[in-house]
């Protein structure tokens, strides 16, 4: 989560693209969502799919 935080902090108004695989992808769920490394294997993350989140202030939200 430091390194996304990072690249959030160092490019406020652009858009980010990052690309990763199920394990990394739902790691970054859970740091993004808050929540714990223990609900690891109960959120969801299709392959192929796409999150999209807003940051802002510090604070992240998911839009879709």
Not at 22 to 51: E, H, P, S
């Amino acid at each position: 989560m430091a390194a996304v935080n990072e690249l959030v902090n160092r490019h406020p108004d652009d858009t980010l693209v990052l690309v990763g695989h199920l394990v990394l992808n739902r790691v970054i769920l859970l740091g993004i969502t808050g929540l714990g490394l223990d609900r690891f294997w109960r959120i969801g993350q299709d392959t192929c799919a796409i999150n999209v989140f807003d940051a802002e202030d510090g604070d992240s939200r998911c839009k879709s």
